[in-house]
């Protein structure tokens, strides 16, 4: 269970961390810059921490599924 929140920790603060990113960077874009491209670029990194979030949650729960499959399998037999 040690490794899963470890992995679930890392996946929350990269994400959070990319997310944040992206966001500082639309921003940028919508009301400073006015350039277009930087406001593609900023929903795009706002996008990917969106994505690296689920991809992370998702390794977690099919490692513990794997691991509570196994118990399980082992108590019956």
């Given at each position: 269970m040690k490794s899963n929140s470890k992995m679930l920790q890392v996946t929350s603060y990269i994400g959070?961390?990319?997310?944040?990113?992206g966001v500082v960077i639309f921003l940028y874009?919508?009301?400073v810059s006015g350039l277009t491209t930087t406001?593609?670029?900023g929903i795009g990194t706002v996008m990917g921490a969106v994505?690296?979030?689920?991809?992370?949650?998702?390794?977690?729960v099919t490692e513990?599924?794997?691991l509570n499959s196994i118990k399980i399998k082992k108590e019956i037999a």
């Open positions: 959070g961390s990319l997310l944040t990113i874009g919508a009301f406001i593609g670029i994505f690296v979030f689920i991809m992370g949650i998702f390794l977690v513990e599924m794997i």
